[in-house]
């Protein structure tokens, strides 16, 4: 069983900063790739940003020069610094962790419960 831990969602500013974290914890061998969706309303949900344990970070068009992802192994951890954020970033950010129980077994993906982040003056 994988827990996921959101925080830092709220209310920002045209223009302003928020920054999203994520703390995972359950007894598996590994934590692989770790990242952050989105989903407003009406759309389907889409990649913001994620960061593999190889360290190799992807970002979406919309959120590069703006977002940057950050990742703690030691306390399992990622976290998302959003910058310059614009109304249409405005939706629900969801964490999104792949996991293994042993090192031959198959990839599980794990969801956070989400957080709102909303952009607006």
């Known amino acids: 069983q994988v827990q996921i831990v959101e925080s830092g969602g709220g209310l920002v500013q045209p223009g302003g900063s928020l920054t999203l974290s994520c703390q995972a914890s359950?007894?598996?061998?590994?934590?692989?790739?770790m990242g952050w969706y989105r989903q407003a309303p009406g759309k389907q949900r889409e990649m913001v940003a994620i960061?593999?344990?190889?360290?190799?970070?992807e970002y979406a068009d919309s959120v590069k020069g703006r977002f940057i992802i950050s990742r703690d192994y030691a306390k399992i951890t990622v976290s998302l610094q959003m910058n310059s954020l614009r109304p249409e970033d405005t939706a629900v950010y969801y964490c999104?962790?792949?996991?293994?129980?042993?090192?031959?077994?198959?990839?599980?993906?794990?969801w956070g419960q989400g957080t709102q982040v909303t952009v607006s003056s």
């Open positions: 999104r962790v792949e996991t293994r129980a042993t090192w031959i077994s198959e990839t599980l993906i794990n």
């Open positions: 359950g007894s598996v061998f590994s934590f692989d790739t």
């Open positions: 960061h593999t344990s190889g360290e190799r970070r």
